[in-house]
């Protein structure tokens, strides 16, 4: 009897969760995007648009669509893929992303990945091609390993830019760039001379190595280093968390064993700058926090006493990010921009963007110099993103 | 003989219906059935030739280790490493190609790495038979990685696209039909014929079923449980050969969590754990079952998380279903006689 | 107050598929030993399961000293003063000889197990039966005699009125089993009633003042043991007349088949050696643990021995492992048929042709078709109880188990047979026809070597006897001069020695 | 008795050989780094290595009926999330609610898990791979892919985790309450007769039937109990970290089960001790953490890990062998 009961229990269970799956899509064909905060279905919600919407329904739908000429399904869709699922860094910029898509009345699609792998992303890339899309706009987990399927793409003649974290030159048509190397690389390195005085040791704390955009600015600093004006600073260790918290942590407290003297961690991931920061806070250690973070997430450690570990960080505003991407994917597959350097475009309140060549050989749009967060502004943010 | 009562024994299969249609492919093939015609409703894209067969590119790759798997699982045993040893042996390819070597030359040393690792487990297995096969996997699935680690840090190494044969061994296609659809193809059927047809097979079935009364039988158990550990660690490499063609490039951290995916199918195609059970067909059924439901759900941009609360409930209610239901039915039917 | 301590009527018990038992009948008297006797099948541990509780009748009742009784799992019964000695002793060898005798009613005081007291009452138990080992004892580390002390204790710890004996001789031997025979006179006098299944008639009649008979998940009867005669009793479990039990054809011996010369393996034996001629049957015999079943599987390769020759047909050999064993011609039937000699969830036919499975398909790939007739013409020629060769192997009965275990290792063409307690818990019937292949096998000049632990066997099937105690052969005997009191004294010549 | 002896020779042999492992290891880490073992640091390690160790034991509860659950880690990740939702949306509450919620859920978690694996007859494994996605699945889902950052965890919670009040400021909170649970499962297994059930279980289920133990309710008993850890986990490891992610505690479970097994307990059931699991975790925690201290390239920690954990089992094999061959010396001819 227990066993029958179980196994309706289960079944049903299984029935429910199918249901909700695709209910999700059915359900609201009418609503694209849905509002910010909805569930996780609403990634179903969000494409609902492109099977929900028929022809005849295509035609009032947005201006997308009316020359959307080289997209393969009835009307444009856009795509947004992100690293991974349960990150809210991703989940602002896919709000942008939708905002702007909402706006023009275009249905877009968002795919999360349950792991930040390439290979989900690569599975993910092939349904989109399956599904028509007009284009990808996608945040890449490894630079190299999505060129075949990105390539691939590209030949159906679906447009490709990314965001966030660059893939390849070869595999994309254009890249947002959220700030570009250099100033972050500056950024930084300026924090870290003002914090620490001009002299001292200091550590960064990356994030996964694997991570393109990571080494690309540790590069940058180590570049701006060079300089004798940062002659006083030693940099004693480059330590990876990961992206996990734990692991994050452990680093953390392992520096802070090894160098007695340190006095600065630099963290440019937003994981790694919260587990820092909760590191120094707890031992109230005298070592000073800054990188790049969410402010939602640093508002409890930025502050300029020494209960505070951070005095200050940075970090761009991913919705905008979306935005810029949104505004993007939607100039390359209405044709106004090809993604060949020189070429501008408006992105809406955001203005006037230029393409310019990018350090990896392609072509980049650059969001702009990061915007600082100190204790003054902190508290109106941390509710913003 | 002395007490011989002559009595005949039937050397003919008995066929009965119930049996018949109670066996566990006929089940799968209607859950099978019953996925594609969701599929079918739920996205007005799954149904091309074209969109299937690239769909099946994307699932195809980690099946090749479903065969080895299913062999282990026969046998009672496990092996958790083989996600590891995929990592490894790819990072292998890709550091030899990138050191010069020709493509083909790269392709042998990253099948020899899958081999020797597979090998390492078999020999830890067999000369210390005391202990748990899940323990030992889970101790070099660590070893590995790290060592993949060790190799590669946290850099990529790729530039295979170059090469143009190796990129086709994934991206490639004859007519509709990938290339890899037909090399899986060919595997799946030597597989299925060494399981089903050969003595090995039946060797294999029968340390499954009974490893003492199998040794007692004359049977080289050990031998075999090598031969086999040795074999999964092979087809690891093949697919970390196909992971690479498909990604261009290889890292330590891919291929995470392969084995537990490759264990759900062999599970689902009712190569259950405890040994001895199961058909080879059984599991190609359900690596296509998985794969589909995954990208039909994936068409009509199902949340990928809910898409993990379903496939878990579903490896639990299929494992569980017969357990409860077959009983109920042979009760009821032979209570009656 | 009924003269019946527990009495059961019409008790019937439906497993899926299968009538285990069908109305049957018993009495048990106050401060009786009752034997239970039945073929293997005929639902005798069924009845045990269904009088403690353990499974339920579909139909019957049961009466506890006269009071109609319902029990609804096996605390009722325990609870009830009925404890079982089961037959695969049922031990728990990761824990402690104590906590084997406590499992279930620990002592406790406040939720707190009382290790102190416990250890103490289970040492005193230990010592009524003066048992040579320890309360805190690992169970997994005594031998198969000593775990049945345990379970004894048990039954005694528990303060049972009612103890059931589940062929607690099988695995014991002469020595050890007139021990049990002791602890039973002894617990019958304090009082207990027991009952006591057994398919060994000196078990009955040494112990047994009423004797029980099922068949075929039948009650037959009961008899008063000093008016049944032996035949009767057999014609009674069998349901047909067995004339002669022990069916030994004299055949002419040939040459020399197998020789062993000062086997040696560290901690199981010693300078053991003996020979053995084509057409002969060497009995070889000895309390359990002398060493005989080590001996012989070191001579079937399964395990390895550390000095001392081996020679077949006046040839040196070398035997690693059992795969050399079968390709000299050597084979064993186990002891353990349950785990070693059969896959149970498999057919007959595929067990019968398992090691040979390249004879009957080529190196690579098998053929079924051949195998399969091969497999009938085998399980037909030792003449197995079966409809086909697809029946499962662990839907036959014990005895049969057993002729499907010698024709598997009639398919490989060998000399030598070993067969290690061939009719261990096998019911008279089925032993008669084993005796009766046995004695053809010999006829066709296979060498035969038989380990048993049955005198009344070894006496009446082999041509020699070879008697070990403790790891070394003390003797060995022929045919005629072999008696029971020699053998034992062989079997126990170390412990005399020590003795005097 | 000689047998007594020798099979006291073997149930120390493990633990002793786990504690010369570990001295030695100390001694080695604080002869190259001597930051190592100063009390702080020590803190750290049982603070940050708290939810492994109380894990530890569930896990060796399910293994010892000759179980596994692979599915702690997403158990964890869900009912710490849980726990975390409601405190953000229920700032007034106590901390205690909060672990009492997240206790709760990680106990429903585990006995569903049990449930099916008791009267569904599904293979552990399968089941809790099965699990596995489900709750990770879940995590997510109530998550709606949202974190709970600090700022939104009440002082209260956070700043459990770190004060001492429960040690009457002498030790961490984390630290007393494993040391209290390891207490507790030791009486539990020793003393007990539900304790010894369990081992009953894992070492002859047949036998445990027929003097009749339940052995659905032990088995669904020890999944709840490792369910009741793990939530306890949840809540310890989102108030130790003030920030609740979807993909908490991914991977968690090898850790755990590597622990147990180095502590000597066996995947077949039956064996295995509190003592062991505490040295195995123990063991573990300290390889993690002193690798980066004594400058190990933190590339080479995974490998050096993965050996760690082959070289102990094989070890113990060796030793058992050792062992047995002694006995057999022991008799005479």
Known sequence: MKKKLLSAILCAAMLASVLAGCGGNGGSGSSTGGDANAPAADEGEANAGDDASSPSDAGDDAEASSDGKESSGGDASYAILVKSAGNPYNKKMIEGFQEVMDAQGATCVVKEPEEASAEAQIKMINELVAQGISSIAIAGNDADALQPALEEAMNQGIKVCCMDSAVNADSRQLFVNQAGIEIIGETLMEAVYDITGGEGQWAILSATSQATNQNAWIDAMKQVMEDEKYAGLELVEVAYGDDEYQKSVDQTQALLTNYPDLKVICAPTTVGIMAAAKVLQDESSSVKLTGLGLPSEMADYIGADDTHSCPYMYLWNPIDIGRLTAYVSLALVDGSITGASGETFTAGDLGEYTISEAADGGTEVVLGPPFAFTPDNIEEWKNVY | MATKSGRVISAEKPFRWKQALLKWEVFLVIIFIAVNIMNACISPYYMSVNGLFTATSSFLEKSFIVLPMAYVLLLGEIDISVGATVALSACMLGISFNAGMPMGAAVLICLLTGSLCGALNGLILTKFQELAPMIVTLGTQILFRGIAEILLTDQATGGFTKVAWFKNLYWGKVGPVPIMFLIFAVCAAVFGVIMHCTTFGRRMYAIGSNPLAAKYSGIHVQKIRFIIYTITGTFSAVTAIFLASGMGSARSNIASGYELEAISMAVLGGILTDGGKGNFPGAILAIFILGFLRYGLGLVNVASQLMMVIIGLLLIVVVMVPNLNLGRIFKKKETKA | ?500 | MKKKFNLKSITSSRETSLVIVLVLLCGFVQFRNSAFLTPGMIENLFKNYAVTMIMALGMMCVLLIGGIDIAVGSTLGFSGMCASLFLRDHTQMPAIVIFLISIAIGTICGALIGLVISYGKVPPIIATLGGMYVFRGLAYLVAKNEWVSAYQFTDGYKDFAQSKYLGFGLVNNLIIITILIYILFFIFFKWTTLGRKIYAVGSNAEAAEVSGIKIHRIKIMCYAILGFLTGLCGAIYTSLYASAQGDMGTGLEMDVIAACVVGGVSLNGGRGSVAGVFLGALTMAIVGRALPLIGVSQFWQTAIKGLIIIVAVILNVLAQRAIDKNNLKGREM
Request: with cysteine; proline share 2%.
């Open chain 3, 1 to 500: 107050m009924s003269e019946y301590v527990l009495e059961l009527k019409g008790i019937t018990k439906i497993f899926p598929g299968v009538k285990a038992l069908d109305g049957v009948h018993f009495q048990l008297k106050a401060g009786e030993i009752h034997a239970l006797m039945g073929e293997n099948g005929a639902g005798k541990s069924t009845f045990i399961k269904v009088i403690t509780g353990v499974h339920k009748a579909e139909e019957g009742e049961m009466f506890l000293n006269g009071k109609k009784v319902n029990f609804r799992g096996p605390r009722d019964a325990q609870e009830a003063g009925i404890a079982a000695i089961y037959q695969h002793v049922t031990a728990y060898p990761h824990l402690t000889v104590a906590e084997n005798i406590f499992m279930g009613h620990e002592k406790v005081k406040h939720g707190i197990i009382q290790w102190k007291a416990m250890n103490e009452e289970a040492n005193g138990l230990l010592r009524e039966l003066n048992a040579d080992f320890n309360a805190t004892d690992e169970m997994g580390a005594l031998s198969v005699a000593q775990q049945q002390m345990v379970e004894i204790a048990k039954a005694l710890s528990m303060k049972a009125r009612i103890i059931i004996m589940d062929e607690p001789t099988a695995a014991l031997t002469k020595r050890e089993s007139e021990e049990l025979y002791r602890i039973a006179e002894k617990l019958r006098e304090e009082g207990a009633s027991i009952i006591f299944i057994s398919h060994r008639f000196e078990d009955m009649y040494r112990l047994a003042t009423r004797v029980t008979v099922f068949r075929d998940s039948k009650y037959i009867g009961t008899y008063e043991v000093d008016q049944i005669s032996n035949g009767d009793l057999i014609t009674a479990m069998v349901g047909r007349e067995i004339t002669d039990l022990f069916p030994k054809p004299e055949v002419k011996l040939g040459k020399e088949v197998l020789r062993v010369e000062n086997l040696s393996r560290q901690g199981y034996f010693k300078n053991v050696s003996f020979s053995v001629k084509s057409g002969e049957i060497l009995g070889l015999t000895g309390l359990v643990g002398a060493g005989r079943t080590e001996v012989v599987q070191t001579i079937f390769g399964a395990e390895r021995y550390d000095s001392g020759k081996i020679f077949v047909e006046e040839k040196e050999v070398r035997i690693r492992k059992v795969q050399d064993a079968l390709r000299l011609g050597i084979g064993l039937l186990t002891e353990d048929r349950q785990h070693q000699g059969l896959i149970l969830d498999w057919g007959i036919g595929r067990n019968i042709t398992l090691s040979e499975i390249e004879k009957y398909g080529s190196k690579i790939f098998t053929n079924e078709k051949a195998e399969r007739e091969a497999a009938k013409k085998l399980a037909e020629e030792v003449d197995t109880k079966a409809v086909t060769i697809f029946d499962k192997a662990s839907s036959l009965s014990g005895g049969n188990q057993q002729k499907v275990v010698v024709a598997k290792i009639l398919a490989s063409d060998l000399k030598v047979l070993i067969m290690d307690e061939p009719t261990k818990g096998v019911d008279v019937g089925a032993k008669a026809e084993i005796y009766a292949i046995m004695g053809e096998l010999a006829k066709k000049g296979y060498a035969i070597i038989m380990i048993s632990s049955e005198m009344p066997e070894i006496l009446g099937m082999s041509d020699r006897i070879t008697v070990m105690c403790e790891g070394r052969v003390t003797g060995e005997l022929k045919r005629g001069e072999a008696t029971q009191e020699e053998i034992l004294k062989l079997a126990m010549a170390k412990s005399l020695k020590a003795a005097q």
